[in-house]
């Protein structure tokens, strides 16, 4: 088989396949926090899921998947932001970051799902605030963007506009022992007499290039 059908056929059956091949990507390299996002999207059966750092897709495609198991496609809606092609060495280097592919590769991707689907390109501190007079609420929430103080501030300012009473938002990266990037700083800052605010107990350990040893863990976020 030629590189091209393999490509081809990869392409066509990967939607089928990565919510599989996520579970299992994130059990091998000891990320079990990931299973919060399914558990909580079935919970609140979310049908609106918003995405801040798509990234490659891999979790949109999961988390919608999660949805069709109780809601048509018809019905389900992802928005999902990430800077994708245009995200450059400066960027790259003070968000934290991991490099995505472009905007319409992951809109290929996630376009076989069926669902109504809107991604955003460029920085969420200028997209969010662009996006939010146009955007409904949602009713789950994922932040996973950059990892600066300023951007996840930015984030999670802007997404806690367009949650309604049952909506969750999820922050990735609460690191309990780094303090000058991550969402512990924001997270802890959060005003608890409007909001719950829960770090999820799992703990993943890894070992970053740039802080050595590091523990994550989710935050959930709901309104009173
Ligand atoms: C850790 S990855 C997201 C992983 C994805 N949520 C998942 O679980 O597979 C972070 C993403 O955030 C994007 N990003 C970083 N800083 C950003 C910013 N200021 N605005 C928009 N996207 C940003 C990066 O391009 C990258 O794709």
Redesign the pocket.
């Known amino acids: 088989m030629n590189f091209t059908a393999l490509h081809f056929i990869k392409r066509v059956a990967r939607p089928f396949y990565a919510p599989l091949y996520n579970q299992l990507h994130d059990l091998l390299r000891g990320a079990r926090r ?1 299973r919060y996002l399914y558990k909580e999207i079935k919970r609140v059966r979310a049908r609106r899921i918003l ?6 897709g ?2 949109a495609l999961s988390m919608i998947r999660t949805a069709l198991h109780y809601t048509p496609p018809s019905e389900v809606e992802y928005y999902g ?4 092609e245009s ?1 450059n060495d400066a ?1 790259f280097k003070s ?1 934290i ?4 592919p472009s905007v319409d590769e992951v809109k290929r991707k996630l376009n076989a799902t069926g669902v109504a689907l809107q991604l955003y390109k ?4 200028e ?1 969010l605030p662009a996006a939010l007079r146009a955007l409904p609420k949602v009713d789950f929430v ?1 932040i ?5 103080i300023e ?1 996840i501030q930015n984030d999670w300012n802007c997404t806690s506009q367009l949650m309604h009473e049952t909506t969750v938002v999820i922050f ?1 990266d609460y690191w309990p022992h780094n303090f000058n990037a991550g969402a512990k700083p924001v997270v802890d800052a959060i005003d608890t007499n409007k909001y719950i605010v829960e770090i999820l107990p799992i703990i993943d350990k890894f070992t970053h290039k740039d802080f050595g040893a590091l523990e994550i863990q989710f935050a959930k976020v709901t309104r009173r």
């Open positions: 990931y995405e801040v750092g798509t990234w490659r891999d979790r932001f990430d800077l994708f995200l960027q968000e970051s991991k490099w995505p460029g920085d969420t501190k997209t994922f996973d963007g950059g990892h600066s951007t990735d």
